[in-house]
């Protein structure tokens, strides 16, 4: 009985020091990479049971590629019994944590004063929850604060000092209760969006707009996909003088 014992442990230990372990998280995230349609590039600088190191890490392509330096997953087996976090994703300023929630995935994020290149001098801020099941999100919670975000409009470079709200989601359903954004352009927002996680610029608007551009002033309603929309304020802003 002792040997059987002293060879299933044996066993057991093999298995969790010798298994591929590089291969089985590169196969893992082959898999995400088919189901939500976006390329990720990394390369696996150190892999065990419980832990992944990763580098050179890129999502999406080109210019608009979102890049990390380093991010580190984390997986809590006893999670599945506690019914506690099952895993966490860090990187510089940034985390996310992995829940199940009745058959579901529940994302618990909390970037703070986050930089990355796409930001240029800006930092970004955004804390809540989102619960995903399939290719929805099923419900959750934003709170989102952006600062000296300089982006690209209508060929101008243009600086939004802050950009701040927050907002509920409903069975897919984005409900935006405040989005200010302060800058050359002041806008004030409130609406719904239907999201679409497989294209995310295809996700819906309805979406009242205040703005003021000094002593211009009026409200627009934004309908249509968010690539429709972007478009609409670009054009809003193809007045303003671009950000020295």
Do not use: C, W
């Not at 690209?152 to 000092?161: D, E, H, R």
């Amino acid at each position: 009985m002792k040997k059987i014992l002293l060879f299933a442990v044996s066993f057991v230990v093999g298995l969790y020091l010798f298994l591929p372990y590089e291969t089985l998280y590169a196969r893992a995230l082959e898999g995400l990479t088919r189901r939500v349609r976006v390329p990720i590039g990394y390369e696996i600088s150190d892999a065990s049971a419980l832990k992944a190191v990763f580098t050179d890490v890129s999502v999406g392509v080109g210019s608009e590629a979102l890049k990390l330096g380093e991010v580190v997953l984390r997986i809590t087996p006893l999670g599945y019994v506690l019914r506690g976090s099952l895993g966490r994703v860090t990187t510089e300023g940034a985390s996310v944590q992995v829940f199940r929630k009745e058959g579901l995935v529940d994302l618990v994020f909390n970037l703070d004063k986050f930089r990355n290149r796409l930001l240029g001098e800006g930092t970004l801020t955004l804390k809540g929850h989102v619960l995903v099941g399939g290719d929805q999100v099923k419900d959750g919670r934003i709170e989102l604060l952006v600062k000296d975000l300089k982006v690209p409009a209508a060929g101008n470079g243009i600086v939004l000092k802050e950009v701040s709200g927050n907002g509920d989601i409903d069975n897919g359903r984005l409900l935006i209760k405040d989005l200010t954004v302060k800058g050359p352009v002041d806008l004030r927002a409130t609406g719904t969006v239907l999201l679409n996680l497989k294209a995310p610029d295809m996700s819906m608007l309805d979406i009242s707009v205040k703005y003021k551009m000094g002593a211009l002033q009026g409200t627009q309603k934004l309908k249509g996909t968010v690539k429709s929309a972007l478009a609409s304020l670009n054009a809003l802003t193809a007045a303003v003088p671009a950000a020295p």
